[in-house]
DNA sequence: GATGGGGCTTCCCACCATGGGAAGGTCAAG
DNA sequence: CTTGACCTTCCCATGGTGGGAAGCCCCATC
């Protein structure tokens, strides 16, 4: 299979099998005499578990874990068990924070009166109205970058 | 007060405070004659205003409308609320697609032995069997985007 | 008055995963 | 042989943040 082909069969863009080659993710593929990049089914279903994985939001460290351990023949299944537990654990930590969030918001945005008169709660909370309703995280970075990882 | 005081005070570093100046979420500061930017106490309000709209985890795009709103005295409260529940909404859905994933990658490692013996559902199902659990959004990329989009 | 240190300025670089696009080589079908 | 689709590498942009360099400025201390 060229890359091309390769990336339409297990969804991954050609973009990012260069990509996944280059940062060392997948193996450098063989080539043809004219520099074309190889590949067999065995590297279409190894990006196919790279981009599930990607689906189930697995940072790409632990992607990496995961894929040596998929390549290993001898791995203990308790090492993936436990890669796949602590993601787990990461995804609940992360829903509860932002249920937090969006309670938070729901009680201010529920104290809003909602008409054309001026005075919210919900700015005179963010203008830094220390009584908060429900604990919010009081890093300097938002959600997303420890989403992001 | 100069760029690190009010960023002391404000929360947001002295870096950020350029980069929203330079982005226009805040106003130019005026300058001295050396050149250094000079703020009162309502650009300190707007940014720990900021600051805390991002540990909200509003979108700067958001964040910016309520910059906007924040600033003008003829505001009606509806645009407030309007923008906040549009947040809680997405937070809401967000903290479901979570959830799916969090569950199934849970039923997986359940379904795992998590001994030294190599054979692992979780590594099985990443591999393309389709009898998926629980529900994953198909798109190709991660949550991590969306999330962040 | 000189000197030193810390704060300010601008500008560039890096991150991460991803896409866009240009310039140039290759392959297969007509 | 031409044409068009595909491949290659390389550079650039994103967004929010930090790091750091080069150079200017201000204040305190000698």
Redesign the interface.
Known sequence: MNIGEVATAS???AKMVRYYEHVGLIAPAPRTEAGYRVYGQREM?LL??I???????LPMERIKQ?VA??G???????D???L??Q??AE??S??AE??A??N???E??DQ?????????P??R????NEHRVTQ?????????DR??G
């Open positions: 969804g991954v863009s279903h196919q578990f981009r599930r994985a990607r689906d189930f939001g995961l351990l998929w290993d023949d001898n791995r203990a299944s308790r993936v068990k436990r796949a537990l993601h787990v995804l609940r992360k829903v932002l249920n969030m969006a938070t918001l729901k201010l945005a809003c009166h909602g008409d054309s008169r001026p005075d919210c919900i700015l909370d963010l203008s830094g919010v995280p009081k890093t300097g970075r938002g959600f997303r989403l992001a």
